[in-house]
């Protein structure tokens, strides 16, 4: 590792030059238009952020994955830092006290300066714990007053920072929204997440472990979110779970910044200030956002403002190895712009995907709407709505018995087969009517008789039948106590032409009447009739 600076690399900035004093700011005033958050955006940038702005005035966050900047990392790793010095809001930070809960930070632009706090409840709370939650608002006029405000939040949540009570929990799923709107005031929306636990301590359960990691999974799975993954220096970033994670939805890197913190613990020259460089310039562990290093403020320098901060910054990058690096690489303002560029190009890519997928919901919300139908709150508006029903069902009907097949509701699933068991068939009610019409006409003409009479056979004919016509003698040959076979079941009984004869010859002699010889009465062809049909 050289000491000289390469030859390409830009000028220092010194920090002055971008710097507006905010340290106990309020909210009104030229002290509250901070470089920090016009640096966010250009024109350019505003109008396409204007794009997202919409979406989320109509509440499509729940609908929609929509472009955010997510600070994750490991427990005290630095990320709240890292977020105040972005914005330039006095987040809590202290040494022994790590986020709890999911901060999320909604800047919109608004023609008067406001700075409302509330606290979105977690849906799996029950419903007498939400109300409450969902009741607290909180507007302050100045930034000083945010730490105590969260405090009260944190007590609303029933969290407990020193993990003395067991009647209070040590995370939260529920989230600190604080919403700041302004004249000149980016849209962008930021979120700082609990840090990952690697270990069970006191105050800490395994269920405390888990729950972090879902939370910080639940964000950084959103296919829009820029994860900025903030690493300590003063860790070895092998053991860092954060890498790990973000890989795991991002194994490109195509939407994770990394972000190193407190390089200031490291020795000079040290084998870990090595380490670290060579994870800055993105040689072990491959991202393609990139790398950034940033130097929080020391404990010592808890108290100084933004400007002394910043001045703090830009003297370690000048004097220490990191000077090697690209000053595009180091300090809060390189990371500022850099970030306002890539979110920038971010949202440019995703809005053609998001305007699909908003097209997709909302064909979708449609389909539910229609679905639902006309809203029914009054009386008259559920008769009304009896009548339509019962009309459209009548409708229906008529066109289900005519055969007049037209509408939606008959041309569903049309490819299907032809099956009764098949809703599709059976709407069309006339079509299944003639199909079994015509399916019982044919097992009727196939089994709906009792004999079935095999005419194959020959009879063998008299050879004087002058002589025969009145005895019937070629008929009595078969014998006078024949008689016919029995069906079994629906099948037909199966006989002879000789045996078919035999049996008209019985009922013959049965029905005689007042006929002359030679004829048959006319009920004959009747009670031939009603025996073969008296299965």
């Known amino acids: 590792m050289g000491s000289e600076t390469p030859s390409n690399e830009d000028p220092p900035v010194s920090p002055q030059d971008n710097v507006v004093t905010t340290q106990n700011a309020g909210l009104t005033g030229e002290t509250n238009i901070t470089s920090s958050l016009e640096g966010l955006q250009s024109d350019e940038q505003r109008r396409v952020l204007d794009i997202v702005a919409q979406l989320r005035k109509c509440g499509l966050e729940s609908v929609l994955s929509l472009p955010q900047l997510v600070v994750c990392g490991d427990q005290s790793a630095g990320k709240s830092s890292v977020l105040e010095a972005l914005t330039e809001i006095p987040f809590p930070r202290k040494e022994n006290l790590c986020t709890r809960y999911a901060t999320e930070i909604i800047l919109r632009r608004g023609l008067t300066d406001t700075l409302v706090i509330k606290v979105i409840p977690n849906s799996e709370r029950p419903t007498n714990e939400q109300e409450p939650i969902k009741a607290f608002k909180e507007s302050i006029t100045d930034f000083s007053e945010l730490p105590s405000v969260m405090d009260k939040a944190m007590g609303l949540m029933d969290i407990d920072t020193a993990s003395t009570s067991i009647q209070t929990r040590a995370f939260a799923k529920d989230v600190l929204n604080v919403k700041i709107k302004g004249p000149s005031r980016p849209q962008l929306t930021l979120v700082d997440l609990p840090g990952l636990i690697q270990t069970v301590t006191k105050g800490v359960t395994k269920a405390d472990v888990n729950l972090v990691a879902e939370i910080t999974d639940y964000y950084i799975f959103q296919p829009r979110t820029i994860c900025l993954a903030v690493v300590s220096a003063t860790n070895d970033y092998a053991n860092q779970g954060i890498l790990t994670k973000v890989r795991a939805v991002d194994p490109e890197g195509e939407r994770t910044l990394g972000i190193i913190t407190k390089p200031d613990r490291l020795s000079s020259g040290s084998g870990m200030e090595n380490s670290f460089l060579s994870l800055a310039r993105n040689d072990n562990i491959f991202f393609r956002l990139g790398c950034h290093v940033l130097k929080n403020r020391s404990f010592e320098e808890g108290e100084s403002s933004f400007q002394d901060r910043n001045l703090s910054e830009a003297t370690y990058f000048r004097n220490s190895n990191f000077r090697a690096l690209p000053q595009r690489d180091v300090g809060i303002d390189a990371l500022r712009d850099r970030l306002s560029h890539l979110l920038s190009a971010h949202v ?103 004999y079935h009479i095999d005419r194959s056979e020959e009879i063998e004919q008299p050879e004087d039948n002058s002589k025969n016509v009145g005895s019937h003698t070629w008929l009595t040959k078969l014998g006078p106590s024949f008689a016919m076979p029995k069906p079994k079941g629906l099948i037909p009984a199966q006989v002879s032409n000789a045996e078919a004869l035999q049996w008209v010859h019985q009922v013959l002699i049965r029905t005689r009447g007042r006929e002359l010889p030679g004829n ?7 009670e031939l009739f009603w025996e073969q049909s008296s299965k």
């Open 520 to 526: 048959f009465n006319p009920l004959l062809i009747g």
């Open 348 to 450: 440019k890519q995703e809005l053609p995907k998001l305007r699909e997928d908003l097209e997709v919901a909302m064909t979708d919300s449609k389909s539910q709407l229609k679905t639902m139908g006309d809203p029914r709150a009054t009386p008259q508006e559920c008769r009304a709505y009896l009548v339509q029903l019962s009309l459209q069902y009548y409708d229906v009907c008529k066109a289900a018995v005519d055969g007049h097949y037209e509408g939606e509701y008959f041309n569903r699933d049309n490819e299907r087969a032809f099956d009764l068991d098949s809703p599709a068939t059976i709407r069309r009610l006339r079509a299944v009517v003639q199909y079994m019409n015509a399916s019982f006409s044919e097992k009727f003409r196939a089994r709906g008789h009792k």
